[in-house]
Structure formats: C-alpha cells, structure tokens
Nanobody, 124 residues
C-alpha cells in the first residue's frame, strides 16, 4: 500500500495558475504510474492526467490538454500538476492516485491507492 498526500489547492481567479503536489510513501515510487483525478459537486470522479513510471508517457483528458502539465520527481517521491489558464469549470476536489502497472490508465478502478484530495476553486 502507498500513502499519498496532496497539497497546493486553493482559490484562484479565472485565468490564473496553481501547482498541485502529491507526496508518496510506502512503496517504490518509481515503479508506480501516477494519476490525477477530480470530482466536482454532484458529479462523478473523472480522469485528468496520468504519467508513467519514468515520465516518458503521459495521458491527458481533452478538457485540460494544453493547460495542465503533469511531471514527476522520482528522487523526491513526488508528482506535480501544473494548472494554467484555469476556468471556473476546473473547480473540484483533485485527487492523486497510484497504480502498479505501466499503462497510463484513465479509469478510477485501475488505481489502487488514493489521496484525501485537495480543493481547487476557480472564481469567475
């Protein structure tokens, strides 16, 4: 099992930026594919982005392509989500997730471990 702790959420105006971090512990970080999901009030949790073990493969949801960037620092056991040009519809709780396979999966059931989430609110 791996423990995941997100940070970096907050309130930002539309067009602004935020950088989320997810610190992992409890398992070899470099062997885990990492993902970010989000859940808005009254909606299902949805895929945002994922990155493979060594960062050479990424997958992005269409809604965030060109605005969000995922990266990882294996020596620090941390994955990041840089969010630019934020929109009110990006408002949600953002969750970090981990899976042991190499594939940058996009479904919640593909991920074994989850963080507690961090709130991102974008005002118009």
């Amino acid at each position: 099992q791996v423990q995941l702790v997100e940070s970096g959420g907050g309130l930002v105006q539309a067009g602004g930026s935020l950088r989320l971090s997810c610190a992992a512990s409890g398992r070899t970080f470099s062997s885990m594919t990492m993902g970010w999901f989000r859940q808005a009030p009254g909606k299902e949790r949805e895929f945002v982005v994922a990155i493979s073990w060594h960062g050479d493969t990424t997958s992005y949801a269409d809604a965030v392509k060109g605005r969000f960037t995922i990266s990882r620092h294996n020596a620090k056991n941390t994955v990041y989500l840089q969010m630019n040009s934020l929109k009110p519809e990006d408002t949600a709780v953002y969750y970090c997730a981990a899976r042991t396979g190499y594939r940058t999966a996009t479904e919640t059931y593909d991920y074994n471990d989850w963080g507690q989430g961090t709130q991102v609110t974008v005002s118009s």
